[in-house]
């Protein structure tokens, strides 16, 4: 239940990323604001991911001190500033600086939201409840694309849009802190009414996690402050692993495509480009429900290898459809992006983010996915920004043919580095990456008994560290 009102976070979200889109197009026609210049328009693009980038390793440090509740609330705030002074500005500074501040709540969200899920949801059904995040920022990506062809301007929905983040605020404030934040306060009470409202009063279940979570706080490498210091192997191993994951998620073009995809689908063959960015969003929204469904089922690892392998397919279509005639060129373009939509929406939207909820100790986890965070929102910058200078300066159908190359390198890193995280608690997850683990053999202890690790569990990272 507060998974669903707190992940509301995720629909602002994925309206903040596919706002520009809609925008630039209405910006052209507004009655207070001149044409926008490429320039503008490229940098209103990537403004929001360019402030995320930057603020995110300052926001870690907030989130570690005040808790992911605090933060979400925070963020909420953020938007609805942003977006209120999106709606009534008059100048393009007013417009950059709205722009710039929804910019801040994409930071926080990033930073608090998936940890958030991660940290009240049983452990069987963790990815799954993980995943709605990322169900909710397509479902902001829809909502947004749907109003860009609808008689809407985007100063209505920049007001839209601040009052659902007046709404998500409401949810965030009457939902509880994460028990795993209140024990690493020493508010061991709190934690345990958290947890008895979270299971509903299952006291085997309640037990379990509590040993769980007092374990993640004690059988790990400390320094002599009773901290996990920080360049511990245990820290440094998956927060490689997830900045390169992250980088890959931006190699898919996702961002780009969706800041500027009427442009984008116009400049590649399409002839009506905002219904081809509803299709699309409402496409990502559907397959998304698939996605949260199999993450727990399939796993992480699987299918991030699996779809990897599709989208590189799918980028390599759009190459090909560049070099062939009119019919064809059309029926290659929409069969692209079927196999493109589907691809991301099953893995390489949700999972990194589940992911980053997943692997790191409590003790360093702001920090690390505060540096994760600013990773993945600097690559989205650089990929929207440069777009349309690579598009110039070597034809779309390259730009694609480069990205598909990217994501076959992304794949061969999943199979090689990445461990699966199927069915283990959050303490198990970290200890895949303690000195004393050799990444090929350990022991699994469930609540029914011992359980040797998967193959997959074992393999995928060991040999490089």
């Known amino acids: ?16 990323v596919a706002f520009s889109a809609s925008a630039i197009d209405d910006i052209n026609d507004d009655f207070y604001l001149k044409k926008p210049t490429i320039h503008q328009a490229q940098w209103f693009s990537g403004l929001a991911a360019l402030t995320a980038g930057i603020w995110g390793i300052i926001f870690g440090r907030f989130v570690n001190r005040f ?31 709205g722009r710039g501040i929804t910019g801040l709540g994409l930071s926080v969200t990033c930073l608090a939201l998936s940890p958030y899920i991660s940290e009240i949801s049983p452990t069987k059904h963790r990815g799954k409840f993980a995943s709605i995040m990322q169900l909710q920022v397509q479902l902001g990506i829809f909502v947004i694309n749907f109003f860009g062809v609808s008689p809407l301007q985007f100063r209505w929905n920049a007001s839209i849009t601040s009052g659902i983040a007046l709404l998500n605020l409401f949810f965030i404030v009457i939902a509880p802190e994460t028990p795993r934040w209140l024990l690493s306060k020493s508010r061991h009470r709190e934690a345990e009414a958290v947890l008895e409202a979270l299971m509903e ?5 309640i ?8 374990r993640s706080r004690v059988d790990i490498p400390q320094d002599n402050d009773g901290k996990v210091p920080f360049f511990s192997l245990q820290n440094i191993k998956p927060l490689l692993i997830m900045s390169c994951i992250m980088i890959f998620q931006q ?21 009506h480009p905002r219904v081809c960015s509803v299709a699309m969003s409402a496409g990502f929204l559907f397959f998304t429900f698939g996605s949260a469904a199999l993450t727990d089922k399939a796993g992480r690892r699987l299918l991030l290898l699996i779809f990897a392998v599709l989208i590189a397919f799918a980028l390599g279509l759009f190459f090909a459809a560049g070099f062939l005639s009119t019919k064809l060129h059309l029926a290659l373009l929409t069969m692209a992006l079927g196999i493109y939509v589907v691809a ?3 893995a390489w939207g949700s999972i990194p983010w589940v992911l980053c909820g997943e692997l790191f100790t409590l003790e360093n986890q702001g920090r690390a996915i505060s540096i994760v965070s600013a990773i993945n929102w600097s690559f989205n910058f650089l990929t929207v920004f440069s777009w349309s200078y690579l598009s110039d300066a070597m034809g779309a159908k390259w730009v694609f ?34 000195p004393d683990s050799t990444g090929y053999v350990a ?4 609540r029914h008994g011992p359980q040797s690790m998967t193959h997959s569990q074992r393999s995928g990272f060991g040999s490089i560290f």
């Open 1 to 16: 239940r507060h998974s669903l009102g707190v992940s509301l976070s995720g629909c602002l979200m994925g309206i903040t």
């Open 67 to 97: 808790g992911k509740k605090n933060a979400l609330v925070l963020s909420s705030l953020f938007y609805f500033l942003g977006y209120t002074l999106l709606a009534y500005s008059r100048t393009y500074t007013l417009l950059f600086i």
């Open 201 to 205: 009063e299952d006291t085997d279940l």
């Open 207 to 214: 037990n379990d996690e509590l040993e769980v979570l007092h």
């Open 251 to 271: 190699c898919t073009a996702i961002n780009a495509i969706m800041a500027d995809s009427n442009r984008i689908f116009f400049e590649i063959g399409f002839d």
């Open 344 to 346: 991301f929406a099953m």
């Open 401 to 434: 043919l480069m990205y598909a190359t990217l994501m076959i390198v992304a794949a061969l890193f999943v199979g090689a580095f990445l461990p699966e995280t199927k069915g283990l608690t959050l303490h198990q997850i970290t200890d895949l990456f303690a």
């Open 443 to 446: 022991i699994i202890t469930h």
